[in-house]
């Protein structure tokens, strides 16, 4: 069983900058992803950035070059750095572990952009 927390959320004006944290617990070492989603009010679920086991890194296209997704491994956390955020980002952020048979979620934390 593996547990997930996020941390980090909060409000933040256009052009400002929030990292994200997902602390992981359990038994985590044959994961194979670990990624970082958001669903704004209305909106599906969708993907803002992945990292696999080797530390390969994928963005979605809207947030390339702003945020970036790093993973402490001795502290078995990962983190999503977001600079130069708008309105856009505005979302519940979800971090995700995946292993071959099993996908794990938080509980996600808010992230609001506005001035």
């Known amino acids: 069983q593996v547990q997930l927390v996020e941390s980090g959320g909060g409000l933040v004006q256009p052009g400002g900058s929030l990292r994200l944290s997902c602390a992981a617990s359990?038994?985590?070492?044959?994961?194979?992803?670990m990624a970082w989603y958001r669903q704004a009010p209305g909106k599906q679920r969708d993907l803002v950035a992945v990292?696999?086991?080797?530390?390969?890194?994928h963005y979605a296209d809207s947030v390339k070059g702003r945020f970036t997704i790093s993973r402490d491994t001795v502290k078995n956390t990962m983190y999503l750095q977001m600079n130069s955020l708008n309105p856009e980002d505005t979302a519940i952020y979800y971090c995700?572990?995946?292993?071959?048979?099993?996908?794990?979620w938080g509980q996600g934390t808010q992230v609001t952009v506005s001035s």
């Open positions: 990292i696999d086991s080797i530390g390969g890194t």
């Open positions: 995700n572990i995946a292993f071959n048979l099993d996908v794990y």
């Open positions: 359990g038994s985590t070492r044959r994961f194979t992803s």
